[in-house]
């Protein structure tokens, strides 16, 4: 199978345009055309990374974190960025990052970590704004069910733990086919009525283009009449942070033991401790801090990477906050990918890597 394959089949699960602006997810290094002769999974691409596919006779690594998030000017090996895009290409090894495409995505890395935990009725904490289109758009009757199903089939029609969502209106259309036209139904030069059936769906925006062609391809109509409206609402099942309950409440020097246990962390940082019961719990990995203020109220604990220091002193009255590492949080991403490749991949070799990349260490 070829490299574009394995890449085609990770966007599916975490779509490029699920990342947030500043960031850099997808391909990195090399070319997709190249039969996959095995896939090492990390966190971080370094130096032993590389080498590691190397010796294994990968041409593929999949991290999380990208290893390129600014422009190089040069490629003299003069840090370590530079050294890994020179050892992948000399290799012909394609680097991939999925990083804040899986972060905001179901099922991404904060459902992982909510899964480690025990989580149940788990949430997306802070749901993108701004991320969805409903479509309308008039089908004859006889064709309806053709066009629901394309449009499904293009990505329409989810919400929630729901698919194949739709509202249907019946009524009947009007039109006067011109000279040179080819009408599905009618005469040429005769105002023709016809029964037809008003579709609305809803969609990520970012799947506009290809809906848009499911539709042309699927109706019957040589000029369907369709509109895209931008929606306000929330989009729930794509954002920042999770949040959800525990299966039994806890006190807090309990939870943070299992925290420190279960994410096997070297030191936890936390607010003081209050005799709160942990029952709620909201995370985010990472640098998630800038979702405190969403956990505030909502949630007996907050977890996440990595803290400002002041923001200690900010939330310790208001919420349980506990800093476990930005590597430690992220750690079983690559256990995301794995499931990811495995299932639709049986035969390919895939293995996680062996290399802690985690550049804190605890004394």
Known sequence: MKIKEVIDALEKFAPLPLQDDFDNAGLQIGLTDAEVTGALLCLDVTE???????????????????????????ITGKNYVERCVMEAIRNGITVYAAHTNLDNACGGVNFKMAEKIGLKNIQ??????????????????????????????????????????SYNVHGEGTFRA??????????????????????????????????????????????????????QNEWKQ???????????????????RMLKKTFEVGCIKHTQLKGRRIERVALCGGAGA????????????????????????????????????????????????????????????VRMSRINTNPINYL
């Open 48 to 74: 032993a990374v590389v080498k590691e596919a190397v010796a294994l006779g990968y041409n593929l690594i999949i991290a999380h974190h990208p290893l390129l998030f600014k422009g190089l000017k040069t």
């Open 124 to 165: 997306v904490l802070e749901p993108k704004d701004n991320s969805l289109l409903k479509l309308v758009t008039y089908v004859p009757e006889m064709q309806a069910d053709d066009v629901r199903q394309a449009l499904f089939e293009a990505g329409c029609g989810h919400i929630g733990n729901y698919d194949a969502c």
């Open 178 to 231: 011109a000279e040179g036209t080819h009408p599905f139904c009618g005469q040429i030069g005769e105002l023709h009525t016809e029964a037809e059936v008003r579709i609305e769906t809803v969609l990520p925006v970012y799947l506009k283009r290809n809906v848009e062609k499911a539709l042309l391809k699927s109706h019957p109509y040589e000029e369907p009449a369709y509109d895209f409206f931008a929606l």
């Open 238 to 256: 794509a954002g920042a942070g999770v949040i959800g309950d525990l299966e039994e409440p806890m006190d807090e020097s309990d939870f943070l």
């Open 290 to 349: 800038f979702l405190l203020p969403k956990a505030v109220g909502k949630a007996d604990v907050f977890i996440t990477g990595e803290v400002r220091y002041h923001d200690y002193f900010y939330y310790e009255n208001d919420i349980l906050v506990a800093e476990i590492g930005h590597y430690e949080s992220e750690q079983y991403t690559k256990e995301i990918f794995n499931s990811i490749i495995q299932d639709l991949f049986p035969t390919l070799e």
